[in-house]
């Protein structure tokens, strides 16, 4: 894996092996930095998913103040925290654990934005976009990667998020959505 921009543009990250692992690509990942504005310095942000660590490093990259990275596989998450050590990413904290058990333990309105990549192979879309309402400050953004549009009157989207902006490329779809200030967490 290439982290494309920030401090550490060209740094290449090795990526283990691991059922369900899909480093988010290249020309995904820059439309996603494009839509987030290249500079995230001082934001707080929450990679729940982590796997590769593509999103999370990327950001550290860019200037985040704080990235948690969330990965339930010991061997992958062993991986993060390589990586870490080798960037010498001091603001990346890396956590092993249940995606979810981790966000539930997780302070209301904590992360300018949080990363959505669950493995396409499970239906967590919807109880993740739960937690990342609550977790994502009014004003804050939730990127979301699948393998389907959010849209319709099915899509598992609550209330206080709405997409801003959505691609696909190739057979991944991907969202960026907003925390409407003022309207509770769900």
């Known amino acids: 894996m290439r982290i494309i921009g920030g401090r550490w543009k060209r740094s290449l990250l ?11 690509p290249d020309r995904v990942r820059e439309t996603l930095f ?26 550290a990259s860019r200037g985040a103040a704080a990235v948690t990275m969330v990965e339930a596989n010991p061997r992958v998450a062993k991986q993060l925290r390589d990586n ?3 960037l010498d990413a001091s603001q990346v904290r890396v956590v092993q654990a249940d995606a979810f058990a981790a966000a539930a333990q997780m302070p ?8 959505l990549d669950p493995p396409f192979a499970e239906d967590w879309i919807g109880p993740a976009l739960e937690h990342a309402a609550r977790l994502t400050r009014p004003g804050g953004v939730v990127y979301v990667e699948s393998d389907k ?18 691609a696909r490329a190739g057979a991944v779809h991907f969202h960026l959505l907003q925390h409407r200030a003022g309207n509770g967490a769900d």
Request: glycine share 12%; proline share 6%; aromatic share 10%.
């Open 108 to 115: 209301a309105s904590g992360f300018d934005v949080v990363f």
């Open 84 to 86: 870490q050590y080798k």
């Open 14 to 24: 090795p990526v283990l092996e691991a059922e369900g692992l899909r480093p988010t």
């Open 149 to 166: 549009a959010l849209i319709g009157a099915d899509a598992p989207v609550p209330a206080s998020l709405e997409i801003i902006r959505q």
């Open 34 to 59: 494009n839509w987030l504005g290249q500079d995230l310095t001082g934001l707080v942000c929450l990679d729940l998913f982590a796997g590769s660590g593509a999103l999370g490093f990327e950001a």
